[in-house]
């Protein structure tokens, strides 16, 4: 049987990935993010758009920190908000309750952005 990784940890991830096709630096990281980890944009002009991600001897190692995420200098700008958010990696030594109640930075987003909205609807 297996152990459990606590949800919030930071893992590290390794992976050898065979390029499909020639692409400068920016279009291979834009690929990468895109199609491995489903973040930010593709280029329609990327070469690797089209192309799937064959991956190879993946590994990963628990890290054994967890990721803290804070929100600060809250602002109302216009019909928004203005924030800044501090992400760090902490040694992971949280109680079985903390693991539970952890929040990953989208969600600690959405909630001051609804606080942000009561507070500002409340008046």
Known sequence: MSDTIPRGRVIEV??????????????????????????GAIG???????????AEDIEWEDTGYYRQT??????????GCEYRVQRRDVLDD????????????????????RSAFVADHST
Not at 15 to 24: E, N, R
């Open 44 to 54: 329609v002009d990327n070469p690797l758009l089209p192309l799937g991600v064959d």
């Open 14 to 39: 390794k992976a050898t990935l065979v390029l499909p096709a020639t692409a400068t630096d920016e279009q291979i990281d834009d690929w990468i993010s895109h199609c491995v980890f489903e973040q």
């Open 94 to 113: 949280r109680s079985q309750a903390d693991v539970e109640s952890w929040k990953s930075p989208e969600d600690v987003k959405i909630e001051m952005a």
């Open 70 to 79: 804070t929100v600060s200098d809250v602002r109302k700008t216009g019909s």
